[in-house]
Each structure stands twice: as C-alpha cells, then as structure tokens.
C-alpha cells in the first residue's frame, strides 16, 4: 500500500485542519489506518486508527474529543478531522497502514501542522 497525506497548514490555536491520506496499490493489505505524529525533538506518537473495514476507531487521551478519524471506502482515502486545535499539537503528522496481524509497514511522507497561540 502506498500512502499520500495532505492538508497539514498553519493554524491558530482553536482552529481546526482535516488531514487525507490517499492509499493506492494493494488495497486489501490495509487492514488500519493509524495518524502518528512527530514534534521537534520528541519521539513519534500515536494519535488516532481506524480499523478499515470495520470502522473502529482508537484515539490517543491527548486529542480524544477534539480529533476524529474516518474513511471513504470509495475514495480509499482516510481523514483526520482535528478541532479546538492547541499549540502541543504542532508536529508533522504522518499516516500509516497495518495489513492483518501485522504492525504498520506502510508510511506516507507526512505533512506540517503548526498550530499558533
């Protein structure tokens, strides 16, 4: 599976962004879709998955109720809405996928989220 994220930007705090993440390739090797994220100088974290077909969703405790994660099968594409955005949220966000039983193998190249105060 090949992953395309998009829609990172520049925001103030309060705003809010909706990432995509385009798969292509062997789409029945995506069994979920996980957003992590990176901050300067800290290590990557988790944010928020989606199991594909089921549609089961986990998020992180620092963006439940603020973030919410979704698919298109159609468009098989994956979204990460992200409201009442705060400063510590500022990271380069990146989408991966896990094929059944596995860890995540695939990665998009990631997109900028710079939240203002």
């Known amino acids: 599976v090949q992953l395309q994220a998009s829609g990172g930007g520049l925001v103030q705090t309060g705003g809010s962004l909706r990432l995509s993440c385009a798969a292509s390739?062997?789409?029945?090797?995506?069994?979920?879709m996980g957003w992590f994220r990176q901050a300067p100088g800290k290590e990557r974290e988790f944010v928020a998955a989606?199991?594909?077909?089921?549609?089961?969703?986990y998020y992180a405790d620092s963006v439940k109720g603020r973030f919410a994660i979704s698919r298109d099968d159609a468009k098989n594409t994956g979204y990460l809405q992200m409201n009442s955005l705060k400063p510590e949220d500022t990271a380069v966000y990146y989408c991966?996928?896990?094929?059944?039983?596995?860890?995540?193998?695939?990665w998009g190249q990631g997109t900028q989220v710079t939240v203002s105060s």
């Open positions: 989606i199991a594909w077909s089921a549609g089961i969703t």
């Open positions: 991966a996928s896990a094929p059944p039983g596995s860890e995540y193998n695939s």
């Open positions: 390739g062997r789409i029945g090797n995506l069994y979920v």
